[in-house]
């Protein structure tokens, strides 16, 4: 059974930096598909980014591509996402997830692709 944990949230100014991180377990295989997706009060669930293992392909959402940069650690199973220039608007619940692919679609349609997800961390941009 995939288990995610996310860590690495917390309270930062506008335009400042943070960078999440997802330590999986449960794998049984070297290869794994990993996203991002945020939440915020009276917002739709909205896919941020995702990431492939074996070739290290990866998808970005238009309101966070240049800002935001997915990584994965294929030996600490562990998935980053680097948070630059930070924007009011990005103050959400971040929740990493198993997903079925990592497919451009998912960042504007997450919801098909989501297997199981973590607890979520908090962040929240001050302006």
């Known amino acids: 059974e995939v288990q995610l944990v996310e860590s690495g949230g917390g309270l930062v100014q506008t335009g400042g930096s943070l960078r999440l991180s997802c330590a999986a377990s449960?794998?049984?295989?070297?290869?794994?598909?990993i996203g991002w997706f945020r939440q915020a009060p009276g917002k739709e669930r909205e896919g941020v980014s995702c990431?492939?293992?074996?070739?290290?392909?990866?998808n970005y959402a238009d309101s966070v591509k240049g800002r935001f940069t997915i990584s994965s650690d294929n030996v600490k199973k562990t998935v980053y996402l680097q948070m630059n220039s930070l924007k009011p608007e990005d103050t959400a619940v971040y929740y990493c997830?198993?997903?079925?692919?990592?497919?451009?679609?998912?960042?504007?349609?997450?919801?098909?692709?989501?297997?199981?997800w973590g607890q979520g961390t908090l962040v929240t941009v001050s302006s």
């Open positions: 449960g794998f049984t295989f070297d290869d794994y598909v």
């Open positions: 997830a198993n997903l079925r692919g990592c497919y451009s679609d998912y960042v504007r349609s997450p919801n098909r692709y989501l297997g199981r």
């Open positions: 990431i492939v293992s074996s070739d290290g392909s990866t």
